[in-house]
């Protein structure tokens, strides 16, 4: 673990310290521009411009109340309802963000995976070939092979083959996690955003999810909302912190981590607060 | 050989406390209200039921006619010298009123409780919630004189005859069981986790598609229920269905003919006859029929209410 508990260079700390990432390779898919949140007259996020590569996981980490799920929440329009959300969120060159954009189809490109696994009460198969029975698919083979595919991303497949018609409740909280994460992918989206996906798991299913994860980076891209900040070391490439509705830092992950610029973000990953 | 202080501790432990009084207090208390509730509830199958017997025992009336005849005349014997008590017109009558009443009411009740929970959460709790209560809260002869004036005038209109009849009395009950039902349904919706609505959404499904396929899909056995307590309380119901249907004891030919319900004949003709007389243990008859019907539509809920569960 590279943690770091220099706080004597604090007279050089920054009051903010943002690092937009590296085009080359990983061309940016998604990105925020004068981002605010506002639950009815309450600001809840006052500023959150990041950038995010194709086919890398972000990690967003701060502490609770500190806005981060807001802003997740934001990028797929799951807060439409909710709250308010105004400035840009540009997907591959288009503001997602206003009222002309249907938000189901947008949805089917990014898509969500929530903090407590939740499965429908149907079964395996059902769960999965839900969003596509939606989209009007009915043919039995297709069905079959996407459900098997998305099953086989999600590292489920060997354990839930013979089972595919017994209910999702069924299933382990990890086992549950995951199905929602195939569920999530069978519609073959671009983005991936997970809110706190490992907080209901058991350390050894959330392992097994990292790994998930790790192996799904080649297809998709992904935004992980952690409380985790191991989680957040071992699997993404770039971190953001997030602290009272702002995003304080925002780099490279083993930057944020070994020489992190902003104080708060020192005092928050060395454990000092939060 | 026990030492002093621990027979001290043992003496302090066992001592019953204030405290420990009060429970046994309490634990009574409730027991006994209990105890009390069940022995009414007893008390009223053992009375209804050996009354409602009393025709079967002591006037020898055969339990196939009395299900199946559809002559109801206690006064009367006919040519075989057996009393006229076929209560099938009035099982029939209720059963009618009560399936069709749940029919009509069922849709409107459904959509106004996803209206109130899913589509406008703030609208349905400020006027719908209130307005739902307040239909709760009337009076059921109210409604059976609203019927009697505005609704049975205009069947009459419409259909001819006297406008008295089944359809009259549906349209009366369709309100009286709407609010019951509405608000029942909307605690089955209530009672639908919020995060199978985020996945649903969060799949790329519309809100539409979300109530239709996961929301009504989750409330299943809840809205059943719903329909089902609709449906005993239109049984039950008396008054007003007295006022609207005409109290004629015949076969409904027709769902604008003068017809009768078990509730309409037991309050027309209960205080018209003395206590042992055929007359009236036929009467009672009528009422075990009725209680038993309400207690099939207990298990019914009972038995929808575990399902619900297992899944």
């Known amino acids: ?274 | 050989m026990k030492t002093k202080t621990t027979q001290q501790l043992e003496q302090q432990l066992k001592r019953h406390s204030k405290a420990a009084k009060l429970e046994i207090w309490g634990r009574t208390i409730s027991l006994t209200a209990l105890l009390l509730i069940v022995a009414v509830v007893v008390a009223i199958i053992g009375f209804v039921a050996s009354k409602g017997i009393a025709t079967f025992t002591s006037n020898h009336v055969n339990l196939g006619d009395f299900l199946t005849g559809k002559s109801w005349n206690p006064n009367i014997t006919d040519a075989n010298g057996k009393p006229e008590v076929g209560a099938l017109p009035m099982i029939v009558g209720s059963f009618l009123i009560t399936i069709l009443s749940a029919i009509v009411a069922t849709p409107f009740a459904i959509g106004t409780a996803v209206f109130m929970n899913e589509i406008s959460p703030n609208k349905g709790a400020k006027i719908l919630q209130p307005v739902t209560e307040l239909l709760v809260g009337i009076p059921s002869v109210v409604y059976g004189f609203i019927g009697l004036s505005v609704v049975v005038p205009t069947t009459r209109a419409i259909f001819g005859g006297s406008g008295f009849g089944i359809l009259s009395g549906t349209c009366v009950l369709f309100v009286m069981i709407l609010p019951t039902v509405t608000s029942m349904s909307a605690d089955a919706l209530k009672s639908v986790p919020r995060y199978y609505r985020e996945a649903s959404l969060a799949l790329g499904a519309t809100q539409w598609q979300t109530i239709y396929k996961v929301v009504l899909r989750a409330a299943t056995p809840g809205l059943m229920t719903a329909v089902v307590f609709g449906m005993a309380r239109a049984f039950g119901e008396a008054l007003a269905v007295q006022m609207v249907i005409g109290n004629a004891a015949l076969m409904p030919n027709s769902l604008v003919s003068p017809s009768s319900t078990l509730t309409s004949v037991l309050t027309t003709g209960i205080g018209n006859t003395v206590m042992g007389s055929l007359q009236n243990n036929a009467l009672w008859s009528l009422a075990l029929v009725l209680l038993l019907m309400s207690l099939v539509f207990n298990l019914i809920i009972r038995l929808i209410g575990r399902k619900g569960r297992l899944q």
């Open chain 1, 1 to 274: 673990m590279f943690i770091n508990n220099d706080v004597t260079r604090a007279t050089a700390m920054q009051e903010r310290h943002v690092v937009q990432p590296n085009d080359a390779g990983h061309p940016i898919i998604l990105s925020t521009e004068g981002l605010h949140v506002f639950y009815g007259k309450k600001e809840a996020l006052f500023e959150g411009d990041l950038q995010f590569g194709s086919n890398q996981i972000t990690a967003l980490i701060g502490p609770s109340g500190s806005g981060k799920s807001t802003y997740l929440r934001s990028l797929n329009r799951m807060n439409d309802r909710i709250a308010t959300v105004t400035g840009k969120i540009m997907y591959r060159g288009v503001d997602i963000n206003q009222p002309a954009i249907d938000v189901y189809e947008m949805r089917r490109r990014v898509g969500m995976v929530f903090q407590r696994p939740n499965p429908f009460a149907k079964s395996i198969y059902d769960n999965i070939a839900f969003a596509l029975r939606l989209r009007g698919t009915t043919d039995k083979h297709e069905l079959d092979e996407i459900v098997e595919t998305s099953l086989k991303q999600a590292a489920l497949w060997d354990q839930v083959k013979d089972d595919l018609n017994k209910s999702a409740l069924a299933l382990s909280g990890g086992q549950a996690q995951r199905l929602c994460i195939a569920r999530a992918i069978a519609v073959k989206p671009d983005i991936l955003l997970l809110d706190e996906p490992a907080s209901a798991l058991d350390p050894v299913s959330t392992s097994q999810l990292e790994d998930t994860l790790l192996d799904l980076k080649q297809h998709y891209t992904i935004i992980i909302v952690t409380h985790n900040m191991q989680q957040a070391a071992r699997i993404s490439e770039y971190t953001a912190f997030f602290n009272q509705g702002r995003v304080l830092e925002y780099d490279t992950t083993s930057q944020i981590f070994t020489n992190p610029q902003v104080q708060v973000t020192s005092d928050y990953v060395s454990g000092n607060f939060g």
